[in-house]
């Protein structure tokens, strides 16, 4: 079993930057996909960004290319996401999640963390 613990979200302006992290626990976190997701009040998770089990390979929405990087240290078990020049419609509920296959769709996903609020105010 693998636990997935989101820290680093908060109220920041628009404009500003924030790094979410995700520490895994358990030995075989290199052997996974991460991805990050978020859901805005009302709405349903969406995709944000995926990496590959050995960080090579990254994945975006087209709404945050340019602005968010996601990276991953398989020695820490942590998985990044950068995110800068911050908009209010990037308001969210950040989630971390894990899984053989890597991709944009939820179900691909085995392991899920709680979650982390990200607010940005215009």
């Known amino acids: 079993q693998v636990q997935l613990v989101e820290s680093g979200g908060g109220l920041v302006q628009a404009g500003g930057s924030l790094r979410l992290s995700c520490v895994a626990s358990g030995r075989t976190f290199s052997s996974y996909h991460m991805g990050w997701f978020r859901q805005a009040p009302g709405k349903e998770r969406v995709f944000v960004a995926a990496?590959?089990?050995?960080?090579?390979?990254?994945w975006y929405t087209d709404s945050v290319k340019g602005r968010f990087t996601i990276s991953r240290v398989n020695a820490k078990n942590t998985v990044y996401l950068q995110m800068n020049s911050l908009k209010p419609e990037d308001t969210a509920v950040y989630y971390c999640?894990?899984?053989?296959?890597?991709?944009?769709?939820?179900?691909?996903?085995?392991?899920w963390g709680q979650g982390t609020q990200v607010t940005v105010s215009s």
């Open positions: 999640a894990g899984g053989y296959l890597g991709s944009r769709y939820l179900t691909d996903y085995d392991y």
């Open positions: 990496v590959s089990w050995s960080g090579s390979n990254t």
